[in-house]
């Protein structure tokens, strides 16, 4: 299992301590959250604060975009050192652009991910998966940090993996939003690869946390 904490619940009081008991742990990837105040009602950190986080971390940036303008940031965010850069379906007017962005993020050198809102069919992306290297399931509605887990996620897990097994595809699953030890337990069940947890990651002892997870 892959683990990805989201930093959106670090103690930015201390990033280096938080850091570092990151990279003493087992997670692989780390999760940023990227907020406009458009696409959700909240503001969260830029690309500045992405080099500053792969200039102090071995991790995998996992950038988690939340934002109206996916296509016109992707390659401001890859600069700033993303690995693999995640967009909303739900921001994107039209398959056909959604698959010109997917070029441009593979074109720039990095991985591209496609997530989904609670409430928006898993069908949707049946013509899409194809494309993507990762897909990620949103168990929340996108904005905050600290909801309850939606478990209608599970269906989508379970379908997703059927998808990607028959197809023989490469493509990832990923799970945000209220994770912890239980629910990533029934996720992982489900046929999940990766868990993105932040309040339960940063809320008590970050290795044993990630340890619980993994
Ligand atoms: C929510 C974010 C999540 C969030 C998860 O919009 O995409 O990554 O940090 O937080 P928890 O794990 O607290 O639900
Ligand atoms: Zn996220």
Request: charge should be negative; aromatic fraction near 8%; include cysteine.
């Amino acid at each position: 299992m892959i683990i990805a904490p989201s930093i959106l619940s670090m103690d930015f009081s201390d990033t280096k301590k938080s850091v570092e008991a990151l990279e003493a742990s087992c997670a692989k990837w780390m999760h940023f959250d990227v907020m406009d105040g458009h696409f959700v009602p909240n503001l969260t950190f830029g690309p500045d604060i992405l080099k500053a986080m792969k200039r102090s971390s071995s991790l995998l940036m996992d950038v988690h975009v939340m934002i109206a303008d996916p296509m016109k940031y992707a390659p401001v965010f890859i600069n700033a050192g993303a690995d693999l850069y995640t967009f909303h379906y739900e921001a994107v007017e039209s398959v056909e652009k959604m698959k010109e962005l997917i070029h441009l993020i593979h074109n720039e050198g990095c991985k591209a991910g496609i997530s989904i809102k609670p409430k928006t069919s898993v069908s949707v992306l049946d013509e899409l998966i194809n494309e993507v290297d990762l897909v990620l399931v949103m168990s929340v509605e996108p904005g905050f940090g600290g909801q309850k887990f939606d478990p209608n996620a599970l269906n989508k897990i379970s379908t997703l993996r059927q998808w990607i097994d028959e197809r023989k595809l490469n493509c990832l699953i990923e799970v945000d939003g209220g994770i912890n030890a239980e629910t990533g337990k029934l996720c992982k069940e489900s046929g999940v690869d990766v868990l993105v947890a932040g309040s339960y990651v940063f809320g008590g002892d970050i290795k044993e946390r990630c340890e619980s997870l993994c």
